[in-house]
């Protein structure tokens, strides 16, 4: 079994933990700790349910109990797969109970990213609801099944049919095991992925625990705080920036939001008196257009976090005036490195700037295609290091030969410019992923799809400027004699088993790519070349 490690060098972790970035709790020893001081304070709401901290311990220890009455032995990974509702927390907090990790994987995957997780991580169990928006994960479950051998267990939230239903597993006899070392990873959280499909990103209690604590300083969330989790909360941005985690360890208070439209927003923003949430660039849009008309109340909003894509100084200059509330952008990734504008900040740098890093100790390196540093004001690479950025991925020796260099600073793949005060400026990235409302979809992984397709000779897949996603994928084909057309072709990727925003959502067949001096097709520079040409007849 590859072994689940993360580990910074000793003089590194020592200045860490010197510096009190590092302070040695644990996932589960904080909230027991939360519910100590504040047992009876809401911390999680969702539908008619309404649980305290001592209601949301309590659960996550019988979840842990349940956990290992099937079997599952500490250091074991569980595929996590749900949605916004409170037992997200309660089946995630109980994993960290018994020393089991989670891996988890956002609502939208599908069978191959869920086969791909499984085998990656060599879990045992994978946790399911039941259903959502209209979707059946037990169907989902029974085609993983078929293809991850070693999955031992399906464990559902609902009506388990076949599977195991999590709320009658009994779990009377099960002593819950001493709390891991703080050192240790907590969980798998997946990568965004410029190349090939998600990776595996270990997070050890330590350097998480101290990345949402200070984005709760940074960010003032308080006991009075109401936080709304408005996407998916599996993902890195609202999970931990400041997300739910950083929200339970302020002792706030968080609603979990079954979609992010606005109407369904602003009514839990109305009812809950929500103070803070998070959204993507083209959800902003939409809010900003729907409050002008809406019925709700949604004055108590005090803060509004807007990451995950490029957010354009245009569009950030109106959220005042449309929401009533402050902008914070924040710029970060699953592999650590997160910056906020603080909410003090003059307009200029809240509207122009993607923030500054979290921690004096995030060593932020700018540099051209040599590796010499840039001036600031100049785009270049960015690469960093720090007290919660990762050293290596899980598993994957080709990627972290990549995406690591020699003395440990980690290549994001982001083009940015520094201000003068230290601030980021995202221009674009390395990489060739689209960015779909903070959605990333690798190319590489599309055109693998696309050539499995009989009619499909050669494929290559970029982004293309939309107003509303901020970017969308096209697909360029080289058909293999008649062309398949672009609904069956849509309707093959789909059925692959993907996530649907990974379907490219428009698709051009051309007559042949061109090659380099060589003959050979440089993917980068062909991906680039289709880009342009494509942009020049539009
Ligand atoms: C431009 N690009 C951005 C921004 C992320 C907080 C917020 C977001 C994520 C996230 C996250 C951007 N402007 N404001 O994990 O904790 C792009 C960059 C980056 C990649 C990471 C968090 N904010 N990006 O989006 O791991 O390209 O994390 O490298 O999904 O998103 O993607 P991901």
Redesign the pocket.
Known sequence: MSELKQVWPEKYALRYREKGYWRGETMSGFLAQRARETPDRIAVIGGEQRWTYAGLLERANENAARFLALGLRPGERVVVQLPNIPEFLSVVFGLFRANLIPVFALPAHRVTEISHFVEKAQASAYVITAGDGGFDYRVLAREVRARAIGLRHVVVIGDAEEFRALDYIPCSEQALPPLPSPAEVAFL????GSTGLPKLIPRTHDDYIY?FRA?ADICGLGKDSVFMAALPVA???P???P?VFGALYAGSRIVMCPSPSAEAAFALIEQERVTMT?V??PLALLWMQAASTSKYDISSLEVL???????MPEAASRVRAALGCTLQ???????GL??YTRLDDPDDIIVNT??RPISPDDEVLIVDDYGNPVADGEPGQ?LTRGPYTIRSYHNDDAANARAFTEDGYYR???IVSRTGEGYLV?RG?A?D?I?RA???VSAEEIEDQLLAHPGVFDAAVVSIPDPYLGERSCAFIIPKGESPGVAALKAFVRGRGLAEFKVPDQIVFVGAFQTTAVGKVNRKVLRQQLREQFLKTV
Request: charged fraction near 15%.
């Open positions: 959280q997946i990568s965004g990345s984005s993902h890195n941005f999970m931990s920036s997300g998070g993507v660039p976090l807007v990451g995950g894509a490029k957010f952008q924040v710029f970060g990734m699953a592999e997160v910056n993607q923030g960015l994001t793949g982001d995202v990235r990489g992923h960015n903070g959605e990333k």
